[in-house]
């Protein structure tokens, strides 16, 4: 065990330093060296399962082959006897919930997609609060209609389920009855005209492929240092994540939007369900457990855009992280029992896909690099090997960061702010877990477009919500890192402050608003 040698005698001689040293050694050191052996368990999960896909995107990028090789796939032609019939009934679901910046863009990437019109069907699912944005989505529609596209506005009486219950809605009008596919694109989402004709095929000549998903692009990723953070976390997943589950395992969790999906394979699935904030990661994982299997296109590339305010991104980060968790307890009995994918797949559903990524991923890093590392300084004779403190986090900070070549400059800063937002992750997955009160709280991410332009350049006087500026929490853990970090510096010989000042700087940064684009409020 390392010894610390210490200047001076940290605890006074007092009746707290007296009941510190009586409680220390027979209660705090077991407890804190038990929460350092399971901090490093996870590390080493969590490393491995890096490790893994690692080595295997390194061999799928050298030797597996395209999706067109693996697949059968060729072009879609105008049959000269049947005409437009030889191309497959498409459906186009558009949901939305006031979204007055981007409608215009998303209706307008639908209606332009390179289809024959009367094989193209597409529904705009509004479930508006706000009367005004309802009649100008509904104008929009109108619009197109006039010339000439098949487009349908859909208004349901409440919004029950969300977006799932909307999706769902709209699969029971008569005039989809006919269709084979239905693409789902988010309200700030922007498909290129050849979107169709690239993924379609797939579906069309592999009977047995249910989904087909397209990697996303970000239109705003410049904006700030917050959208700059989200596109290396994202890119990681679509260029890692994604990539490895479609090869290996024909798995990975649908992404909400941007994807393409077989009706047949929805139905016989069970159809979407409003059980969790995840309804597409649910539909994904029934999916899979029936037989079906997913491709990921990662040169099918559709635009769309990040949260820039910090309030928008955290309810977002709420949803991602507590969805899976709360999937993964009502769904990983279903997981084990069922009898239609082999033993290995469900090991990688459970173990991998929920247990390493969407849960330990997030648990580690808060409990270990916030809370059970800086104690150990108050603690000295917990022993926390390098290994696991510094030179596998590197590592697995390193393979992170592969998606995003241009933004490895940021890489530290990524880290740090990814442990202030650990804690927000973790939170949310420990409610999911439970399936607590906010398990199931759905708050529609807020999409901006053109709009903060046009704020920023007016000339008039802005108020703030202070609510939205100033985050207590994050505050609190950057007054209790600052201690643990001044009592390294005069005490311990690590020199963990060097690492613990800049995280307080982080919290302090994150706690007083000052991350992402500030929305002003007329």
Known sequence: MTDIIFENNPIPDTEFGMLWEVIKAPLIVPLLQFAVYICLTMT????????????????IKLFWKKPEQRYRWQPIYKDAEIGNMSFPKVLIQIPMFNEKEVYKISIGAACSLSWPVDRLVIQVLDDSTDHNIKDLIENECRRWASKGVNIWYQIRQNRGGYKAGALKDGLTHDYVKDCKYVTIFDADFRPEPDFLQRAIPFLEFNPKIAL???????????????????????DYHFTVEQEVGSATHAFFGFNGTGGVWRIAAINEAGGWKDR???????????????????????????????????KAFRYQQHRWSCGPANLFRKMVLEIIRTKKVTVWKKLYVIYNFFIVRKIIA?????????????????????EVPAWGAIYIPCIITTLNSVGT???????????????????????????????????????????LGD???????????????????????????????????????MYGKHRYFLYIFLQVITFLIVGVGYVGTVVPRT
């Open 212 to 234: 087909v998903q397209a990697r996303w692009r970000f239109v705003n990723s410049n904006e700030c240092l917050l959208t700059r953070m989200q596109e290396m976390s994202l």
């Open 44 to 59: 080493v999960m969590l490393f491995v399962e890096r490790l893994y896909m690692g080595v295997v995107i390194i061999l």
């Open 451 to 489: 709009s903060i332009k046009t704020r920023k350049s007016t000339h008039k006087k802005f108020k703030f919500n202070f609510s939205d500026r100033i985050h207590v929490i994050e505050l609190g853990f950057a007054v209790y890192l600052f201690f643990i970090g001044c009592y390294d510096f």
């Open 276 to 310: 969790t904030t995840v309804e597409d990661m649910d539909l994904a994982v029934r999916a899979s457990l029936q037989g079906w299997k997913f491709l990921y296109l990662g040169d099918l590339q559709v635009k769309s855009e990040l949260p820039s305010t910090f």
């Open 405 to 447: 070549p241009r933004s490895i400059h940021l890489l530290f800063y990524w880290i740090l702010f990814e442990n202030v937002m650990s804690f927000h992750r973790t939170k949310a997955t420990i409610i999911g877990l439970l399936d607590a009160k906010r398990s199931n709280e759905w708050v529609v991410t807020e999409k």
């Open 362 to 382: 997030h648990m580690v890093t808060f409990f270990f690099f916030c809370v059970v590392l800086p104690l150990t300084i108050l603690v000295p004779e917990v």
